[in-house]
């Protein structure tokens, strides 16, 4: 089940996590963004692992950031952001997957205007970012819709530290740990999200 109190405590961080897993800008890699964690993230372990990771990215230059998440995620044909495409590659079943993705955000009120974009790792967490999750009662049965979404997230970011297991200091890969495990926050013991909660030793 998902935890409608938590997803509003961690609304926050999602954005954050959401800009800082996609394509490097020199926003990610500024103080500022530094500042919007600190201010904004809340009081979990993952705060100062995030942070961590912000340090890395300082380090390097903006090029070098580019390079290295366009080699991981989109030339390594290994890994990919998008979330469903390790299960059904492009099958019908997937179109399928991406469709139902598309009417749940358009339910919780965020409009994506590309139904392909639906399952990519950076628009999810943007999605539990924006979502309107308490417009009505808590109890609210759409909430259990959500349940899809956190297993296409935990299937996606599974898979991606699976398929980079072989690869050490990633910083990208330390974002997608700290992923997986801010949300697990939101899912409560049982259900089908049961496997979140596996170790990170993918």
């Known amino acids: 089940m998902i935890n409608v109190q938590e997803l509003e405590r961690l609304?926050?961080?999602?954005?954050?996590?959401?800009?800082?897993?996609d394509f490097p800008d020199d926003e990610v890699r500024s103080q500022d963004f530094v500042i919007e964690v600190e201010r904004n993230f809340p009081q979990?372990?993952?705060?100062?692992?995030?942070?961590?990771?912000?340090?890395?990215?300082?380090a390097k230059s903006l090029q070098e950031l580019q390079e290295n998440y366009t080699g991981l995620f989109e030339l390594n044909k290994r890994i990919t952001m998008y979330c469903t495409y390790y299960r059904f590659e492009d099958s019908r079943e997937r179109g399928g997957i991406?469709?139902?993705?598309?009417?749940?955000y358009e339910m919780f009120g965020v409009e994506l205007d590309m139904a392909e974009m639906t399952d990519y790792l950076p628009t999810m967490l943007e999605f539990l970012g924006l979502g309107v999750w308490t417009d009505g009662p808590v109890e609210?049965?759409?909430?259990?819709?959500?349940?899809?979404l956190f297993s296409v997230l935990e299937d996606g970011t599974y898979e991606i530290l699976k398929q980079a297991k072989e690869l050490v200091d990633e910083p990208y890969l330390d974002l997608v740990r700290l992923i997986r495990s801010s949300l697990r926050y939101c899912v409560t013991a049982g259900g089908d999200n049961a496997e979140m909660r596996k170790g990170e030793k993918a």
């Open 98 to 104: 991406l469709a139902k993705l598309k009417m749940l």
């Open 140 to 148: 609210d049965t759409r909430i259990e819709d959500l349940n899809l």
């Open 44 to 58: 979990i372990p993952e705060r100062n692992q995030f942070l961590s990771v912000l340090k890395g990215f300082q």
């Open 11 to 21: 609304r926050k961080s999602f954005l954050l996590l959401s800009q800082a897993i």
